[in-house]
């Protein structure tokens, strides 16, 4: 058993172990603790995919900035721990929608692992062939010739993230 | 050439002219207006006849074209052959008389009212005309209902009356049962020989139809229709009902609509159609029974009511028997030669006891009446002739006819059958001699039984002064009707009295088909037979007026102690056999119940209506069930969504 | 050497544990890093495809849905402020003026 | 050119109403705006007039053809024209909307609206009939429902916005099925030809299956029938009559109960002759069912305006009898029906007007003796009652006698039934006409009403001697309208032998063929 | 030059927007400035070029392809643009809303609707998703001031972010198949041979319906619509109802009747079973919700579902149809929606049915237009409506789907009934009188536009529909 496969297994059962305690955690500052963790580890995955810049980005923006973000809000809200569920109606409802949504999730991963399985492991003919795809440069010259338009538009889209965040979360003058 | 189609304008005019000025109109001017009307169609009338006396031909006119839709084409035009040509003397002579009688007898109507019966009474008799002229089916249906719509007015006169309108309304729906078997006779007429020219369908029946003497044909179920429509116009069973409450109207009407002319239709009509139903000896046999059944159930009845105008009424039901009677037995021309002599005697009667009613301010009840003789002379002489003409006793015109048909009932084949339909119609000529008597001394004999307190309000002018005698105008129709009694009937003296039955052989072309040879009606049996026959009846008459005279002249107590003798019986008589209750009973009351429990309440409002509001309220429900889905939690939403993509994919995954 | 497959499948089953998050948590928060721990899910998928297809597509793509990821937090967690402005609280279940 | 001036220019009548009418509900105005409103309407009835002055009665085809494109990617025209059918109808029409605006004149709720209501609904009316393009005709069908929804929603009584979300709701019920018939048929079309048309005359050509036939012609019938009513359908009737206002009333009875049955005269009968066949039994049973039932029902009627509206039920059954029978005198008599219906029904609910008019109450019981206190308005009422029982020398003979005729020589058994409706309606009408007009006057409220008054005789002269006129002279009427409708019945006939079988009810079939779908 | 001219309208809408921030920027606060000409100006001249690029099937960094079908959609766009600017102006300021922003938002909305429409790139119509929602979720919950309106922006953003990963994750089997997100790319891997379509593609096909099916709010993914209509500002209900439901359309049109269209047969039953129920769910809901904007939340979800057909039956008729319903129910919904936020004031939204009663009397006009506009809705011909379903009924027709169809015109007649509710209310009801604020002219014109456009399209449909049968030669 190599190494990549070892660090595979390791890899995913971090990722996967870390995200079930983000929805399985009543705090949300662990939360977002414990998603940042899986997001380190899904960087591993990708250098192991052999995707290292995209690693880092995944460590800088995502864990680095977002998360950060997320982190800021919570302390800003300050709510150490959601409140149970309300008494009454809605509070029952909260819990039957638990229970149906936890199913319903239960479903949707048996579906999609046995579409997957189903799609069968040789699919791809040869696997581990392909030509490296970890080049910095073959990512800049497709990122700003094939997808330059997606780029500049997603200058706007930022835009309107800001644009939107600043209306929104203002206060009344 | 006289132009057919004035006959019944003339009074139509009249009655467009009473109709739309006619309350701007003096009482003399409208009333003058309506008389002067049908007399001058009176006067053409005897021109036209003299003409096809003369000629021996058949007149016929066609007004305009009515109705063309593919090979259905209605012309509107009139015929005038011998048989119409009785009818059209009848409807205008007498018609004239009655008019110039109303003069007098409506006198006490405020002007409005006044030009409005006189409008009636002149569309009447245009209609009149136009069903006996007309040559086509519908031309005579259009007359059949318009005298029905009259009769309809003209006995809900007093409108003010409940009773009065209701009669009316009877009087019309009966009759449309009755329109309802003319209709389809028609229908049935027209579908097998492709018009509704009688002329032409009589032709074509004569020429490619034998008698159907076995089992129901195309045939007998058209005349078995066409005489159901006659039951109505004419009042037999089982449509009688309406006539005895049509004495709502004014008596005038009475006489001429329901004694003279009108109600005799039916009779005419047979007539009409004789070629057609000598066809159908089924129908034939029918048409006797129920003319012979007719007779008799109204003249039991007859014999007990108390009211003037409706002993009249069913005597008249009763007459009708007779001319049907003799319809059924193949005797037409014996038949109209009684409507004839009974547009007479009938109308007669009808007069002398509005006569009667006028002088006593509206009293109808003959248990009021009672020595009316010193009081009204030419009322009493009139009447007493009217009685004896109807009541068969020689020599007057009512001896001829009625013996005529009971001579043909008596000497037609199917021995059983006809001996019995003799047997009752001597049972029923003296039962008619019997309850005309009971009239005659109730109103007129012994002495005044109490006094006309509840009056009329039309005659209330009548009321407070002493009794008169009928006015001048009232006296001229009972006299000159009263000659007419006497002697209508010289024109069908039979051959066994040496006459030359001149009336039979006038008519008789008028029931072959055209072309067909003219053979005289076969009679069977002999002179002799004949006049012992002739004398058995005229026997039975008197023995009727005998009866009368012991238990209403000589002893009343006896009629009394009769009717309590016979006390169920006599309920029954005075109740009209309960016939009107049955029908109420069995057929209105249970349509209503219907209509209103079960199908509108029922199946409109509950069922269709239900289950449309159903719908609406079904959806509201449903509607009112999902939005609760829409919990505004935003958990649901999700789930609602989630659930979505879980069943897509499943959807692709496990087909 | 690990077969695409396995990726694949880890991926999935991240997917649904961030569905699961959104019905599991009763604080709007946590139901943003449920939608974050989707994208990523997805973002494994974008990767590992390109890796075995030798493009650079998914990775180029991963950025973009890690734009696309931060413009929603930012928008999103603006409207939980603005939210808990309202109702002082984060429960999902504390929003359901709007309903029926 | 012309037949498009008559069909809007009630339109543009009712514009100049609006445009009279000022800002807001100005009473002042009211009297003009009616006055305008009657002379487009008379107007129009003019034009009419001409038509049928122009009109070639011998020919059979359509006249005053007016034939533009409109949409021509779906082969959808502006066709219209008129034949012997629709020409009356059109008169009809014309005659009917003058004197329902004189029937409602004493209207004083936004004058201006209802004037644009009722001239809008008669601009749709006339549209209809005179409609060659399937597509275009079913455009003036649903259009003419929302004047009519405002009239009756508005002007109505008591519960009149049920009554017109009813009416509304039950009428496009059927009619959007229809809808779907029409682009089924539309697309058959193209299936034969290779392009979609939706004129009339093409359409009588493609061949369709059997089956497809079945059930176009259920669609369109389910959409007349709703219109006519026929039987099971009624029920929107009687309540959309009684909340109309007077003008809706007579309106709806008067014309729009015809275009049931004018469409299916000049569609479903035409369009689909193996499946009319097949089903004309079973219509005709709904059509006696109906006449009996309409006329038991209404007996029993407490309310004047519900019991002349289940007379329409009765009366209509006859006129669909007559088409059912599919021969010359049945069709004939169905379409003079039609015409005297809108006519003596029209004219009874004036007269039901006038009495609400004057005692703001339509329940029989209220009134009584009338003929003492107003003779004049009982006389009309009288020939008007006689009219609708079809007593001879009235129209109401000339049609039902015809429609008997036909209907006898198609099947004898209903035509024995539906004539046991004369009867009947002679019972309801007389003892209506005795409850209301004979008797002591019963009502003090009653002893003081005025007789006709002018702008009501203005209304019942025409109305009653219409009545009269048409019942002397049918010919003037029977004669042009034959050849076409000899054309109608020659169609229906001509697949005789063709057989159709009650499809399983599984999935329609196919008309378009997949290379007509073809996407490129 | 001819690399850009393909997004030429969407660089103006852009630079439009950031005018407005512009402007806002500079604008001294109280200081009234008519921020609505931007929009105008921005959208009038998107659609200026729109027609300018006419037939030129202009394509840009092989993502943007303006086809006719785009630049059909991109008009119908910009007439939403206009009126609801023309709508906006002065009733924002009334409504306390920050103007700038709002116009800015709203830009940008439709920028990014542009940019989905044309877009030939999965990749790129997911980013252009993400504008335009972020756009519209910032747009439903700018009213600070009202909880509702944070609530409803709140949902309908997580919602969104919750379908949109869906969505992603299609788009990443799709590329799992192909390699690509171009559709050019991808179609070659979904019409592989007859044989039985890849799990994968089955899945790809699966989600992106979800994804698409989200934005036009079809049963069962329609569950944020009301609650989000309900609690947006009025305009911006207007505004989302019409054009995002364009946008999506578009893309959905282009996505499935392009590159997934070999598995038709897959698709077409599960798009009818949803087209089915949300027809029936739409309206039959509407019956008895009393807040009109919930009404029309309902009405759009019913909306959704005929529109639906067009795409199902796959032809010709079906893509020319959506264009021309999508124009129509712009234009109809737009009015009906305007007047009602006319009708508000600053306090009070006045959007509940009782609040109409009697409009007869106190605005005839308006009650008129509103009916006209609800009458175009139900689909009462001479109105756009009629045409516009017909259209699209008759392309379900063509292709045989009687039964969708059937169902289709029931509901309709159903939905006729909430319609009606309303005019009940306004004629037929007695109302309490509300002060009605006077009508900015600007509404004016919006109302008179969409009214002239509503009749127009109704008696007179031949140019546009010609134009939407030309429209769609291009989406291959």
Known sequence: MDVNALAFYVFAAITILASLGVVGQRNPMYSVMLLITSFGALAGLYVLLDAPFTAVTQIIIYAGAIMVLFLFVVMLLNVPREEPGLPGVLGALGTRGMQIGAVLSLVLGIEIVWALSRVGLGWFGQDAAATSVSSVTLIGKSLFTRHAFAFEATSILILVAMVGAVVIARRER | ?655 | MIPLNYYLILSGILFAIGTAGIFLRRNLITMLLSVEIMLNAVNLTFVAVGRYRGTVDGQIITFFVMTVAAAEAAVGLALVISLFRHRETLSPDAFTALKW | MMLSLIVFLPLAGALLVLLAGGRGDRVDRDPLVRNIALAFSLATFAATLWLWWRFDPASADYQFIEQYSWIPAFGIQYFIGVDGISLFLLVLTGFLTPLALLSSWEVHKSVKNFAFFVLALETAMLGVFVSIDLFLFYVFWDAMLIPMYFLIGIWGYERRVYAAVKFILYTMAGSVLMLIAIIGLAWAHAGVTGAPSFNLMELYDVGLSPRAEFWMFLAFALAFAIKVPVFPFHTWLPDAHVEAPTAGSVILAGVMLKMGTYGLLRFAFPLFPTAALYFAPWLGLLAVIGILYGALVAMVQPDLKKLVAYSSVSHLGFVVLGLAATNIQGMQGAVYQMLNHGVSTGGLFMIVGMLSDRRHTRLISEFGGLKAVMPRFVAAFLVITLASIALPLTNGFIGEFLILIGAYKWNVTLTAAAASGVILSAVYMLWMFQRVNYGPVTNDKNRALPDLTPREWAMMVPTVAMCLFMGVFPNVFLKPMEPSINKVIDRVHSREGAVVKAPPASRIPEPATREAAAHD | MTEYAAIIPITILALSAIAAMVAEAIRRPGERMPMAGFGIIGSAGAALASIFLWDTDAQSFGVIRSDNFALFINIVLCIVGVLTMLFSHETVERDEIPAGEYYALTLFALCGMMMMAAATDLLVIFVALEILSLAVYVLTGIRRGSAASAEAGFKYFLLGAFSSAFFLYGVAFAFALSGSTRIEEISGAFSSDGSAPPTLALMAVGLLAVGFCFKISAVPFHMWTPDAYEGAPTLVTAFMSTGVKAAAFAAFARVFLSPLEPLQDQWIPLLSAIAVVTMILGTVVGVVQTNIKRMLAYSSIAHAGYLMLGIIAANSTGKAAILFYLLTYAISNLGALGIVALLGSAQQQHDELRDFAGLWKSRPALAALMTVFLLSLGGFPPMAGFIGKWYIFSAAVQEGHYWLAIIAVLTSVVSVFFYLRIVVMMYMTEGTEVVRPRLPATAVAGLALATIAVFYLGVLPTRVIDLALASISTIF
């Open chain 2, 1 to 655: 050439m006289v132009m057919l189609p004035l006959i019944p304008l003339l009074p139509f005019l009249g009655f467009v002219v009473n109709a739309f000025v006619g309350r701007r109109l003096s009482k003399a001017l409208s009333g003058g207006i309506a008389c002067a009307t049908i007399l001058a169609s009176f006067g053409l009338s005897v021109a036209a006849v003299w003409t096809v006396v003369s000629s021996h031909q058949a007149i016929e006119q066609t007004a305009f074209h009515w109705i063309a839709s593919g090979e259905l084409s209605i012309p509107f035009s009139f015929r005038l052959d011998s048989l119409s040509s009785v009818m059209i003397l009848v409807i205008t002579g007498i018609g004239s008389l009655i008019h110039i009688y109303s003069i007098g007898y409506m006198h006490e109507e405020p002007d409005g009212e006044y030009a409005r019966y006189f409008s009636y009474l002149n569309l009447f008799a245009a209609f009149m005309l136009v069903l006996v002229l007309g040559a086509s089916f519908p031309v005579m249906f259009v007359g059949w209902e318009g005298v029905g719509l009259c009769s309809y007015l003209l006995i809900g006169f007093w409108f003010r009356k409940p009773a009065a309108a209701d009669a009316g309304k009877k009087a019309f729906v009966v009759n449309r049962i009755g329109d309802f078997g003319f209709i389809l006779g028609m229908l049935i007429l027209f579908v097998t020989f492709g018009t509704l020219d009688i002329q032409a369908v009589a032709a074509a029946a004569a020429s490619t139809y034998a008698a159907e003497t076995a089992g129901i044909g195309v045939i007998t179920a058209a005349t078995l229709l066409l005489f159901l429509g006659a039951t109505g116009k004419s009042a037999q069973i089982p449509l009688y009902v309406w006539l005895p409450d049509a004495m709502e109207g004014p008596t005038p009407v009475s006489a001429l609509i329901h004694a003279a002319t009108m109600v005799t239709a039916g009779v005419y009509m047979i007539g009409r159609c004789a070629v057609l139903f000598s066809l159908a000896p089924v129908t034939l046999a029918v048409v006797a029974a129920i003319g012979t059944a007719t007779a008799l159930m109204a003249g039991t009845i007859g014999l007990v009511q108390n009211d003037i105008k409706r002993v009249l009424a069913y005597s008249t039901v009763s007459q009708l028997g007779y001319m049907f009677l003799a319809m059924g037995v193949g005797a037409y021309a014996a038949g109209i030669f009684h409507l004839y002599t009974h547009a007479f005697f009938k109308a007669l009667l009808f007069l002398g006891s509005g006569a009667v009613i006028h002088a006593l301010a509206g009293e109808q009840d003959l248990r009021n009446m009672g020595g009316l003789k010193k009081h009204l002379p030419i009322t009493y002489w009139t009447f007493l002739i009217g009685a004896l003409a109807i009541a068969g006793v020689p020599l007057l015109s009512g001896f001829f006819s009625k013996d005529e048909i009971l001579w043909r009932t008596y000497t037609a084949h199917w021995p059983t059958f006809h001996s019995l339909l003799y047997g009752i119609g001597m049972l029923t000529a003296f039962l008619t001699a019997t309850y005309m008597f009971r009239l005659v001394f109730l109103a007129f004999h012994g002495e005044r039984r109490g006094d006309a307190h509840h009056g009329e309000h039309h005659a209330a002018g009548a009321h407070g002064h002493g009794l008169h005698d009928a006015p001048p105008s009232m006296a001229f129709a009972l006299i000159v009707l009263a000659i007419g009694s006497i002697f209508a009937g010289y024109i069908g003296v039979p051959h066994a009295l040496g006459g030359s039955n001149w009336i039979e052989t006038f008519l008789h072309p008028a029931f072959l088909a055209p072309g067909a040879p003219h053979e005289a009606a076969a009679v069977h049996g002999d002179a002799r037979t004949e006049l012992l026959l002739m004398g058995l009846s005229a026997g039975l008459a008197f023995a009727g007026i005998g009866t009368a005279i012991y238990f209403w002249l000589r002893n009343p107590a006896a009629a009394d102690a009769w009717s309590r003798r016979f006390g169920v019986l006599y309920r029954v008589l005075s109740n009209k056999y309960y016939v009107d209750e049955i029908y109420d009973a069995s057929i209105v009351q249970p349509i209503k119940i219907i209509s209103t429990g079960g199908l509108w309440k029922g199946v409109d409002a509950g069922g269709i209506d239900g289950a449309v509001n159903g719908v609406g309220f079904g959806v509201r429900t449903a509607s009112g069930a999902l939005r609760r889905l829409q919990t505004g939690s935003i958990r649901t939403y999700a789930a609602s969504l989630f659930l979505g993509a879980v069943l897509v994919l499943g959807y692709y995954l496990y087909r």
